[in-house]
């Protein structure tokens, strides 16, 4: 599974107006894409996509409940590899022995990922993002 690129990097937050404060005004990030809770950028070089990713969402991308499962430990980060064929990497990662969080699927803004979390909390995904290769940014539209 060559991965081609990091896709998108999220710290996972609890406290959301914090993380805003911190990486908005403390460090300075143009935090120009987003809602209320979720913000993002895609302009900032060294990374095609920052975003802080509320723990409510995380859970709802990996289990479709606001409520992350009390037996898994809460992740800090999400990471997204890019890769050509996410079917296939989601089935080397199983065939390696790794458990997916769920299975490939397709995101309504076009990311076709699969998730898992690593051996160290981390929320990892294989993924193929269209936007991204484009060199298009959510902001304007995709």
């Not at 710290?11 to 460090?27: Q, S």
């Not at 458990?99 to 294989?126: C, F, K, N, Y």
């Not at 993924?127 to 940014?137: F, I, M, N, V």
Request: hydrophobic share 40%; proline share 6%; glycine share 10%.
């Amino acid at each position: 599974m060559p991965v081609e690129f990091v896709a998108s990097f999220s710290p996972i937050v609890e406290d959301v107006a914090a993380a805003r404060a911190f990486y908005g005004r403390t460090l300075g990030i143009d935090l120009e894409g987003g809602d209320e809770e979720y913000a993002f950028t895609e302009r900032l070089d060294g990374v095609k996509h920052l975003g802080l990713w509320p723990l409510a969402h995380a859970a709802e991308a990996c289990f479709g409940t606001p409520e992350w499962p009390a037996d898994l430990p809460h992740p800090q980060a999400s990471i997204e590899f890019e890769v050509a064929d996410v079917a296939a990497a989601a089935e080397e990662l199983i065939e390696g022995g790794h458990r997916l969080l769920h299975g490939v699927r397709t995101e309504p803004w076009g990311q076709t990922v699969a998730r898992l979390l690593s051996e160290d909390g981390l929320l990892v995904a294989v993924c193929h993002t269209p936007h991204l290769r484009e060199g298009r940014h959510l902001t304007e539209g995709s």
